[in-house]
């Protein structure tokens, strides 16, 4: 029996603190989530803001005994995952020219874009699985209440994921 | 050629977790989310003592007596009005403009009347109209909202008006011209209206008033209507009296003949 998230029950309860708290837990870890299959800072921000209303539209309909009892941290997660996949499919639709990346705060191309680029060429269940297994650092089991998908499969998507980036930045470091 | 190991890329991609820092405008992106997913909230002080007012993105949805505790009013929302709704952060000039608007000040403020029916949304419209300090009766809401016959449905517009106060439904009488009802507590209505200057209890006898110098019949309240010189005040109990005696409606107040 999994233990009940707090702010579960505080939003559940109706403490008027309990969204902007939500909020404030989960903001930097879904950010570094959607940067990692967007890389791209704007992109990103405007992905968990719409994560985030999609959530707190959807806390304001459930019934208090719904929320009781949701894994709220998992749940984020799939929501990232769906407005993500929402926004890359929209952005196939009108071609969008592949945006120069920028970390925020730092000074330019940090040697891990490289690794971040190479996720980016993954199939999307690869990439999924693979930036929470490192980029999130999120054990398995996590990562399988996240995505809905069974931990093996979970393995299975990291393994091949990890497979294929070998493949891809092997071939970049010939090429460099 | 030296290949990159399994341990190397999630070395990589960890490093990439720590680098991946959301921007210096992770307060403002915070706010936008709550301010988008949520309504929020703030207390103002009201003629009923202080209140609750909950604004959303199309003005204000919400106006409630303080309830008895915040997490019974945050659910209490949830379950009307299927939203969450956390404390005003900022409000851009909102909460003063309510709080003067509460105060019975003439200020125009926006009303979110998303999910009610172009009835409803009318009648409400109509009653925002009312001057302070002045009553009108239902049937009369009723006709200016275009549905003569709809009475009864204008009173339970007004007893599930989420914004009382700001739209005055305190203001609309019975067509006897007595208060009538005030959600749980009818003398509330009573106070307020005197508080507003609305001659209460003159107006329960006789709720239409006329006079021979232009043979005009108003509401009682009507501001044509207090510039009557007493002497040629004639007042009546319905509008077919007055009708009967010989006058016509006041095109000010717009009295409904047959009330």
Known sequence: MPKTDPIAERLADG??????????????ELYRYAFAM??????????????????????????????????????????????VRNRVKKNREVAVEEVPVVVEGSGGRE??????????????????????????????????EATGWNENTVKTLVRRGLGNMRTFMD?????? | MNEISDERIAAMLREAGEGIVAGKD??????????????????????????????????????????????????HYGETFGRLVVPAEETGGMSEK??????????????????????????????????????????????????????????????????????????????????GNY????????RLLEREGVPVAEIARAPYVATPTTGIVCHATCHNARRIKPENRRTFRSMPAAVDAGFRPCKVCRPVAAA
């Open chain 1, 15 to 28: 403490d008027p603190l309990a969204p902007r708290d939500l909020v404030e837990r989960h903001y930097a």
């Open chain 1, 38 to 83: 967007l890389r791209d800072v704007h992109s990103s921000e405007d992905a968990v803001h719409d994560a985030f209303v999609n959530a707190l539209e959807a806390l304001g309909r459930y019934s208090a005994e719904r929320v009781r009892g949701m894994s709220l941290r998992a749940w984020l997660y799939r929501i990232t995952l769906n407005v």
């Open chain 1, 111 to 144: 040697g891990f874009m490289d690794a971040l680029d190479a996720l980016g060429r993954l199939p999307e269940r690869q990439r999924a699985a693979v930036a929470l297994r490192y980029v999130l650092d999120l054990p398995y089991a996590e990562i399988s």
């Open chain 1, 171 to 176: 071939i970049e470091e010939e090429k460099g």
């Open chain 2, 26 to 75: 992770f307060v403002p992106l915070i706010e936008r989310s709550l301010a988008d997913g949520a309504d929020s909230f703030f207390a103002a002080d009201s003629p009923l003592g202080t209140m609750y007012v909950v604004v959303g993105e199309r003005g204000v949805r919400y106006a409630t007596p303080l309830p008895a505790s915040e997490e019974e009013f945050v659910r």
């Open chain 2, 98 to 179: 309510i709080s003067a608007a509460l105060a019975g000040e003439k200020v125009e403020v926006a009303v979110d009347f998303s999910g009610k029916t172009p009835f409803q949304r009318r009648v409400m419209e109509v009653v925002s109209k009312i001057p302070r300090g002045e009553v009108r009766p239902y049937s009369w809401v009723a006709e200016e909202a275009g549905a003569p016959r709809a009475s009864r449905a204008v009173g339970s517009v007004m007893a599930k008006n989420p914004v009382p106060l700001i739209v005055p439904c305190h203001r609309v009488i019975r067509n006897d011209g007595t208060t």
């Open chain 2, 183 to 190: 959600g749980f507590d009818p003398e509330r209505k009573v």
